[in-house]
């Protein structure tokens, strides 16, 4: 479970008929406009209940009979319904929310990645947190740009920062065209976009990672002619990609394949905010071998803890069935009782996977040599995503 900035709420007071405005954070204003402090609150609960997932960032000050909004949001009716919340105060009320996409992005507020592998980071530095990475070939939504840095949402919602070059701007129709387009999916574990397969002296174009994505545009002998989201082209050895559209009509996830896929990637590298074959973090890992089984899982652990169906835990693990996710608490100084930090799967007998210093495999029960004191202490939930046979 990774964190970010944390969203904050600021309220403002004017006291008795003092001119001027100042503002202080709710937990600590006790003179601040409580009603409408306790309204911000729940419409950012309501709009952003998960700040990885969604953007609700309100502030308000007051200058005597007014109140002056600001901030970000990323839904027009969060905006309305905030702007409603501060006029049944009865004040006069100023509007500066802004409402992402920003305006500077113009049509252009969608992106394609371009590289085998782009890191979204928590915030605009390259020293920021490893929030998720994005693949060749995914289609991203641009929120708004900060000097080279985009702040982007990704598929599966996830927010976070990339460079600009990690990607190739767009307008929506255009990434829509993209994604109809005749794609590859990368089926081997890595690869090279090469510039021609008759060159004795290989000159890369770009590498590619498993699930990644490329335009197929032709065929030489053993390779597949591509062109890459930016507009390069270079040849792809056909033994390492597939056609995307059949791969995702042939998926069949049960749970043998789920097993086959994880153990796939035993002694991989733990990575925090990692989410591909070169290393991968708890989540990432549990995300990535269920993509490959055609199920899509949230980013986070405690994203996917909200998925599928609730299987009730025992004493012995009774109602656990292989290709169950398994979700842990009490990891780290500080968490709350209940709170989700780290996920594994679930493989029979008691025994599970996870990405934890690497991937490897571990027990539930205390006496065997794979024992996991830590989590067994700390296994908390349990969720079925796997379709019923």
């Known amino acids: 479970m990774k964190h970010r900035w944390i969203f904050s709420l600021l309220v403002a007071f004017a006291a008795g008929h003092l001119a001027g405005c100042a503002s202080h954070n709710v937990r600590h204003a006790a003179s601040a406009p409580a009603a409408f402090a306790k309204e911000l609150r729940a419409l950012q609960n309501h709009f952003a209940p998960d700040y990885h997932l969604a953007v609700y960032e309100v502030n308000f000050e ?41 305006a500077e992005l113009g049509a252009t507020n969608w992106g394609i990645t371009t590289l085998s592998v782009a890191n979204g980071r928590e915030n605009d530095d390259h020293k920021a947190e490893l929030g998720t990475q994005t693949l060749m070939g995914e289609v991203v939504r641009v929120l708004k740009r900060r000097g080279r840095w985009l702040f982007v949402q990704s598929h599966d919602q996830y927010l976070s920062w990339m460079e600009n070059g990690s990607l190739k701007l767009c307008t929506r129709e255009e990434a829509e065209a993209w994604e109809k387009s005749s794609l590859l999916i990368v089926t081997a574990d890595e690869g090279l976009i090469i510039e021609s397969p008759s060159d004795t002296d290989v000159r890369p174009v770009s590498d590619v990672v498993l699930p990644g994505r490329v335009k197929h545009i032709g065929d030489a002998g053993d390779w597949f002619k591509v062109e890459l989201p930016d507009g390069r082209s270079g040849y792809l050895a056909k033994n390492l990609a597939t056609d995307y559209a059949g791969w995702k009509k042939d998926r069949r996830p049960t749970a043998d394949d ?19 074959p070169r290393g991968l973090d708890c989540s990432g890992f549990t995300k990535l071998t269920f993509f490959l089984n055609g199920i899509e899982l949230n980013r986070n652990a405690s994203q996917q803890a909200r998925q599928g169906t609730e299987v009730p835990l025992d004493r012995n693990l009774s109602q656990l069935k292989k ?38 495999l571990s027990s539930l029960d205390p006496d065997s040599p794979l024992a996991d004191k830590s989590r067994i202490r700390g296994l908390i939930k349990a969720r079925r995503v796997l379709p019923e046979p």
Do not use: C, M
Not at 258 to 276: D, K, Q, V
């Open 62 to 102: 007051t200058r005597g009979q007014e109140i002056i909004l600001s901030g970000e949001v990323d839904r027009e009716e969060a905006r309305l319904d905030t702007v409603r919340a501060a006029e049944r105060t009865g004040a006069k009320v100023t509007d500066r929310i802004r409402v992402l996409p920003g």
């Open 258 to 276: 789920i097993e086959h896929t994880a153990r796939g990637y035993l002694g991989r590298p733990y990575l925090w905010g990692a989410n591909t």
């Open 323 to 360: 290709g169950d996710l398994l979700f842990f608490g009490f990891e780290r100084p500080g968490d709350a009782p209940g709170r989700v930090s780290h996920a594994g799967i679930y493989l029979g007998d008691k025994l599970f996977i996870q990405s934890s210093q690497r991937v490897r």
